[in-house]
């Protein structure tokens, strides 16, 4: 069965420099979710998409911005990259809107140098 | 919004035996418990979850029970195996988003 699929799996930027992490979801879910992973840690909800429509938030800096397109892909934008930034981002996917399951992707490994 | 309490954070347990992990949730209006398995580097994986309306789930080795009233969860997994050795966390969720639990590092001894 086809999988949550981002690139770019691996990404290395130096301090202050932008990213753009790319997520393709699931066919036929209409639900997108980033989160953050620090090492160690649990996974960090950052934001949401329904339907291209931005749907909840969490604690996504404001240097992050992150939009749905009408194909349901995401993009997470991320400027004046520090180097707490360096984690590893997931998206995940979901069908409908609700308490549904979320599948996630393989990850991209953000490292801030 | 939502806290999310893991216990115990490391189990180590002899193969065959079995894992209990326990959480906690702070909001009543939460409404969909998750767990998800997730190997170093590897993404989290759901391996069984739970709504409010439901009180016990099972899936072969692995089950969940639900306390609404009490506010918690656990999951519990049967005759343990080498390949169960991983990071579980447990989540709650209000419609979208999950809050995550710290994770408990099981560790499955051959």
């Known amino acids: 069965a086809a999988g949550v699929i981002q690139s770019p799996r691996h990404l290395i930027k130096e301090k202050r420099e932008t990213a753009t992490l790319k997520c393709y979801p699931i066919p036929r879910h209409d639900t997108v979710y980033w989160y953050q992973q620090g090492p160690g840690q649990d996974p960090q909800f950052l934001i949401s998409?329904?339907?291209?429509?931005?749907?909840d938030k969490g604690s996504i800096p404001d240097r992050f911005s992150a939009q749905q397109f009408s194909d349901y892909h995401s993009e997470l934008n991320m400027s004046s990259l520090e180097l707490g930034d360096s984690a590893l981002y997931f998206c995940?996917?979901?069908?409908?809107?609700?308490?549904?399951?979320?599948?996630f992707g393989p990850g991209t490994r953000l490292t801030v140098t | 919004g939502e806290n999310v309490e893991q216990h115990p954070s490391t189990l180590s347990v002899q193969e065959g035996d079995s894992a209990v992990i326990k959480c906690t949730y702070s909001d009543s209006a939460s409404n969909y418990f998750p767990w998800y398995k997730q190997e170093l580097g590897k993404r989290p994986q759901l391996i069984i979850d739970?709504?409010?309306?439901?009180g016990e789930k099972k899936d072969q080795r692995i089950a969940v029970t639900l306390n609404k009233t009490a506010k918690h969860f656990s999951l519990h997994i049967t005759e343990t195996q080498p390949e169960d050795s991983a990071v579980y966390f447990c989540?709650?969720?209000?419609?979208?988003?999950?809050?995550f639990g710290a994770g408990t590092t099981v560790t499955v001894r051959a």
């Open positions: 989540a709650a969720s209000i419609n979208y988003k999950l809050s």
């Open positions: 998409f329904y339907e291209k429509m931005q749907s």
């Open positions: 739970i709504r409010s309306n439901v």
């Open positions: 995940a996917s979901s069908l409908g809107q609700g308490p549904y399951e979320q599948y």
